[in-house]
């Protein structure tokens, strides 16, 4: 039984944006109750604000009306129980995988920042690049040590915004597999935002479809199969058609059906 | 018949190698790098023969290149070069140090505040939209002709550049960074030493190399102006004398310093860029 103490919850949120001295309503009366440990998978088109939203748990991001909490905490400024990934890996390259996994880390001794740097690197896969330049990695092993860099601070909370999307098809799967990997290990809590719907089912355990302008949660879609999923069976298919069908509109009855 | 190629068809065999071959040797490479490099200056020289052994020009406007080099080994021997060069180089490494330091700092500041920005700019836009040399009157009547004036003329010149550059080598440090560091709470510190100071590094070194240009040719602009030593006054002086070919010498070796000094910074522009995939 998970407890309640660290849940991520969000009120009644709404955000809008000033463009060209127009008020654009981003997010839309967003309410959302992620347990701990939990994996969420958020799909929807481009400008939905599913980003904007993740900044907004993150800290990033200010909101105007609306409330969120991390385990009775209200949240406002960023802070170390929240950690992000960006689509980029956005590393700095003047600084070794090492200097960038430790970015974040203050207030330790010597040995345990080296403890917790070699700790975070062999997570993921990374053991034997400490001291190389980004510039020296490929784009997979790039986004691992942003990854490991996130982590580092052990947040509670892990957002991933597209984290795969600038990786080509096989590296994407790949990667897919560590993050769930690193996620069985680490049992962050993990919301991570996607428009590939198949990445979104294979990972997540509830799936969060957004419509956009306004973005609002259209349907909560929980993915109650076991891991590690297949990707052909004919439950994912199921689920996969399920979500198509809230994105293109087809009228048709679904039987709902559970494994 | 032919027992070697002429020059003419050897040349024209090196071409077609580039045309023709994707991967010349080294060597070639070698070869063709002092041939392009080479043309134009050995075809200066040429012409600089040419004028002076066919007496197109008076001596007195344009000497010969024996005369230059003739002039230049006096000049040491007499110990005046030496003087020149070390009254020149000292005032411009001390005016080129201030506008280091203020160019930087101001910089840097004025990169991340935006209030700092606002607050010094009107001014620093004002000051640099008058030339350099019309403010060196102003400079001689409030510092005299001594030294100080001339550290204060190169100074004021050298420092818009570096400025500048700082601004805006750490205004376009990418946003992406900003957040994350955001994201990390790192210290104000943290947040200049390892993401703005390093990111702004190709810029502040654009900077530093013009500054460096801008402080050789206010110190010249000086020592014309108000000064009994130094190279730019040698150059005056030699003037006044129809002695150009004492001119010409000491330009050239201004130019030869400035050539070093800037190597030197673009050296240690790529040791610290080794970071960026060119």
């Not at chain 1, 809230?246 to 039987?255: A, I, N």
């Not at chain 2, 050298?158 to 805006?168: E, G």
């Amino acid at each position: 039984m998970s407890s309640s103490e660290n849940n991520l919850v969000i009120k009644n949120l709404s955000k809008c944006f000033n463009v060209n001295n127009e008020e654009v309503m981003v997010l839309q009366n967003i309410n959302l109750d992620i347990r701990e440990g939990e994996f969420i998978s958020i799909v929807g088109h481009s400008g939905c604000g599913k980003s904007t939203l993740l900044k907004i748990i993150a800290g990033l991001v200010d909101f105007d009306v609306g409330l969120v909490t991390l385990g009775g905490q209200e949240l406002k400024k960023p802070g170390k129980e929240r950690g992000m990934v960006f689509q980029e890996h956005r590393l700095l390259p003047w600084l070794t995988v090492k200097d960038n996994v430790s970015f974040g880390l203050y207030n330790l001794s010597k040995a345990e920042k080296e403890k917790i740097i070699a700790d975070h690197i062999d997570l993921v896969g990374l053991k034997g690049f400490e001291n190389a330049y980004p510039h020296q990695l490929s784009g997979g092993m790039a986004q691992r040590a942003a990854i490991a860099r996130s982590l580092a601070n052990r947040p509670k909370v892990l957002l991933l915004d597209e984290p795969f999307g600038a990786l080509d098809a096989l590296t994407r799967i790949q990667m897919q597999k560590e993050i769930l990997k690193i996620w069985e290990k680490e049992k962050t809590t993990m919301i991570l935002v996607t428009h590939d719907i198949d990445e979104a089912i294979y990972l997540g355990d509830r799936i969060i479809v957004m419509s956009s302008r306004p973005g609002t949660i259209k349907e909560i879609i929980p993915v109650q199969l076991s891991r590690p999923r297949d990707r052909s069976s004919h439950d994912f298919g199921t689920i996969r058609k399920k979500i198509f069908t809230e994105f293109f509109k087809e009228e048709e009855t679904l039987l709902e059906y559970y494994l | 018949m032919d027992t070697q190629p002429s020059k003419a068809k050897k040349k024209f065999l090196r071409k077609s190698e580039t045309i023709n071959n994707k991967n010349p040797s080294s060597s070639f490479k070698f070869w063709d790098n002092i041939f392009s490099y080479g043309l134009l200056p050995i075809l200066i020289i040429v012409l600089w023969e040419t004028a002076t052994r066919l007496n197109i020009t008076p001596a007195a406007i344009l000497p010969p290149i024996e005369a230059v080099y003739t002039a230049f080994i006096n000049q040491i021997n007499n110990g005046e070069m030496i003087a020149d060069v070390t009254v020149s180089l000292t005032r411009v490494l001390k005016g080129y140090s201030y506008a280091v330091v203020l160019g930087l700092s101001f910089g840097s500041l004025m990169g991340i505040s935006l209030r700092a920005n606002k607050i010094f700019s009107s001014v620093f836009n004002g000051i640099r939209q008058i030339p350099p040399l019309a403010w060196i009157p102003l400079i001689i009547l409030w510092f005299g002709i001594g030294e100080v004036s001339k550290v204060v003329i190169i100074a004021k010149g050298a420092f818009f550049p570096i400025l500048l550059n700082t601004i805006n080598g750490i205004k376009n440090t990418p946003k992406g960074y900003l957040e994350v560091a955001e994201l990390h709470n790192i210290s104000k510190l943290d947040l200049f030493r390892k993401v703005y100071f390093p990111s702004s590094l190709p810029s502040v070194f654009v900077g530093l190399r013009l500054g460096l240009g801008v402080a050789w040719a206010m110190v010249v602009a000086a020592e014309i102006i108000a000064s009994s030593s130094g190279l730019g006054y040698r150059i005056n002086d030699s003037r006044a004398l129809m002695q150009s070919d004492v001119m010409i010498a000491n330009m050239i070796v201004i130019g030869f310093i400035g050539s070093i000094m800037d190597l030197i910074i673009r050296n240690l522009a790529k040791h610290f860029s080794k970071w960026q995939v060119s």
